[in-house]
């Protein structure tokens, strides 16, 4: 089952613009994390924001956190064409110790140069 | 430091064969994780592994197992394929804790193409 909800599906974008995905969750969690993943390839982990926390920042990269909405966004700020790939919330769905992540159906983003 | 290492990377069997899929975690982490990832169920988690111990199951059928060696390799099988079995496999290793999986490294996954 698909812990996360991710709006929108797709995204298309002119570079220089900022990228905005939105990630809803169904349980109480740890920490929710934010991964990209270029056509066929491996998950590469962005960010990791835990339960406590409302906002985080990573270079080009902010998130938010709302626990009693359930909700996560991901902002890309100034995007580039490299920024081109989906991306996916996952979260732990609470468990201490499991190592079980679950994954939306993430939201693929085009930057057209 | 070398990522997670994931062999082989393309395979086509058919229906009712087995599969073995391979992958070295990086050095000094003792949590893999498996998952499948296909264009309609999106990525779902079938197993983690910690010190050897199956840690969490995902909802598979039997006929996908996994295994983790004394030196935090993992495999996983697949008995019986089933066209549906068709998928990105991803293997991801973490160092594994008591406050859940933190963040995950990924391999670049093994494609299996089942005919």
């Known amino acids: 089952s698909q812990q996360g909800e991710e709006d929108p599906q797709a995204l298309s974008i002119q570079e220089g613009e900022n990228a905005t995905m939105n990630c809803s969750y169904k349980?109480?969690?740890?920490?929710l994390q934010w991964y990209r993943q270029n056509s066929g390839r491996g998950l590469v982990h962005l960010i990791l924001i835990r339960s406590n926390e409302r906002e985080k920042h990573s270079g080009r990269l902010r998130v938010t956190l709302d626990t009693s909405k359930k909700s996560s966004s991901l902002l890309i700020t100034a995007s580039r064409a490299a920024d081109t790939a989906s991306y996916f919330c996952?979260?732990?769905?609470?468990?201490?110790?499991?190592?079980?992540?679950?994954f939306g159906q993430g939201t693929t983003l085009q930057v057209k140069p | 430091k070398a990522g997670v290492t994931q062999t082989p990377r393309y395979l086509i069997k058919t229906r009712g064969q087995q599969v073995t899929l391979s992958c070295s975690p990086i050095?000094?982490?003792?949590?893999v994780s498996w998952y499948q990832q296909t264009p309609g169920q999106g990525l779902q988690f079938l197993f983690e592994y910690f010190s050897e111990t199956q840690r969490n199951k995902g909802n598979f059928p039997g006929r996908f197992s996994g295994r983790q060696f004394s030196n935090s390799r993992s495999e996983m099988n697949v008995s019986t394929l089933e066209l549906g079995d068709s998928a990105l496999y991803l293997c991801?290793?973490?160092?594994?804790?008591?406050?859940?999986?933190?963040?995950?490294?990924f391999g670049e996954g093994s494609r299996l193409t089942v005919l």
């Open positions: 996952a979260t732990d769905e609470g468990s201490s110790n499991t190592g079980k992540l679950i």
């Open positions: 991801a290793s973490s160092l594994g804790g008591l406050y859940g999986p933190g963040e995950l490294f």
């Open positions: 349980t109480s969690i740890n920490n």
């Open positions: 050095s000094g982490h003792r949590s």
